[in-house]
């Protein structure tokens, strides 16, 4: 079952909500208390869908709801952000690089300023390179997650497979931060600011290191101070939206 594709839920799977409401039971306690607030993240809006995430949020509310919650949506992409920069005043550029899409968000002074996603992520990754040499998407998956290191010359079809891809999504990202940013109003912003990547699909070596290389082809509106890897990308979008809960609790 995919309850989840392209990173929201899966029109074509009939019994998607179930899966996912039964996932949720396990993970999520009940609450101690009715209405207690619980944060959860949703993604941006796909580039020239401003409406398909409408749907994929007001379920996961009504069903947190319906587990006795007040739920609490926060973008996943100011998630990273909020986790990993901190330091510099929650200023910067996050992006998630999950399985079926990329989240990207420009915060300044922990306000979102432009936030949207890219239907591409992982899961085209290992379905291309899949499809191009007749292999199961699950095997290269499988590879990537556990021996690929891009910073090395590949070693076989796969890895050649697997770099190439990677190049084309990283591409297409840095593609996106140069058109979406470019027509986005100018606002206040300094000089210069940090970008941090995050999620599963940046879990390989080498990957902070291809991005880099990928942003290099593009004129970006806004100067790049750092490009930063998480410090664990797995985690990065749950511990953005806890440290989002505790201040608001602080409130």
């Known amino acids: 079952k995919r309850p989840i594709k392209n990173g929201l839920l899966n029109p074509n799977e009939m019994d998607g909500i179930n899966v996912l409401m039964a996932i949720l039971k396990k993970l999520i306690p009940e609450p101690e208390n009715p209405d207690t607030p619980i944060w959860f993240s949703v993604p941006g809006a796909p580039v020239g869908k401003p409406d398909s995430v409408v749907y994929h949020e007001s379920i996961l509310q009504m069903n947190l709801k319906n587990l006795g919650y007040d739920p609490k949506p926060v973008n996943e992409g100011l998630t990273v952000i909020m986790s990993e920069l901190a330091d510099n005043n929650s200023s ?65 079809r796969i890895e050649t497979g697997l770099h190439i891809y990677y190049d084309n999504l990283f591409a297409d990202l840095a593609k996106s931060l140069q058109d979406v940013l470019g027509t986005t109003e100018k606002v206040s912003l300094p000089n210069a600011l940090p970008l941090v990547i995050s999620g599963g699909t940046v879990m390989p070596r080498g990957s902070r290191e291809k991005f880099v290389k990928a942003l290099d082809n593009v004129d970006l509106p806004i100067k790049i101070s750092d490009v930063i890897l998480a410090a664990n990308p797995l985690q990065t979008t749950a511990t953005g939206a806890l440290m989002m809960a505790m201040a608001e609790e602080e409130i």
Do not use: H, W
């Not at 399985?99 to 300044?108: K, Q, V």
């Not at 591409?120 to 590879?143: C, H, Q, R, W």
């Open 92 to 156: 910067g550029i996050g992006i998630s690089l999950g399985g079926g899409m990329c989240n990207i968000c420009l915060a300044y002074l922990s306000i979102p300023v432009v936030s949207y996603s890219i239907q591409k992520g992982g899961d085209f990754i290992d379905n291309m390179v899949g499809s191009s040499l007749n292999e199961p998407a699950t095997k290269i998956k499988v590879i990537k997650e556990q021996e690929l290191n891009l910073s090395l010359e590949p070693r076989n």
